[in-house]
């Protein structure tokens, strides 16, 4: 069985991460997601997630390419996650390219996936907020 991992926030989930996360299942057998938590994100990524781990986390188990989901805690927990789920494959967006490099010396295999381009998180939360300023601009005018 071969088993991929690849780890993200998956806040407002959209169609970019559904095409990572098929990319990535038609990689192997068994996709295993690693979730940043919420402390996570605040501390050391330096984000505002709309939804909680909790609910990224029911999100993520309901897509049929997912097997499992674990939580992502730190930057560090990757190599250990590699040895501890025997993966054979450690995928990311090219957004990432060449950051983890270094997990080649674990005897995984390390590849990077295009983006889709025209899709976003934070596009759409700038999108949102954007909208919601509109929205309450012309409520006044009104």
Do not use: C
């Amino acid at each position: 069985m071969k088993r991929v991992i690849t780890y993200g926030t998956f806040d407002l989930l959209h169609y970019g991460h559904i095409n990572l996360l098929q990319r990535a299942k038609a990689e192997g057998d068994y996709l295993i997601v690693g979730l940043s938590t919420d402390e996570f994100n605040a501390n050391s990524k330096n984000k505002k997630t709309y939804f909680s781990f909790e609910e990224r986390k029911q999100l993520l188990e309901s897509i049929r390419y997912v097997d499992l989901v674990i939580p992502e805690e730190n930057w560090e927990q990757k190599e250990k996650d590699v040895m501890e789920y025997n993966v054979d494959e450690f995928v990311m967006g090219d957004d990432w390219k060449g950051q983890f490099d270094y997990l080649v010396d674990t005897g995984v295999e390390v590849k990077y996936f295009s983006r889709t381009p025209e899709i976003s998180t934070t596009q759409i939360k700038r999108d949102l907020n954007l909208s919601s300023l509109v929205t309450e601009h012309d409520s006044v005018i009104k």
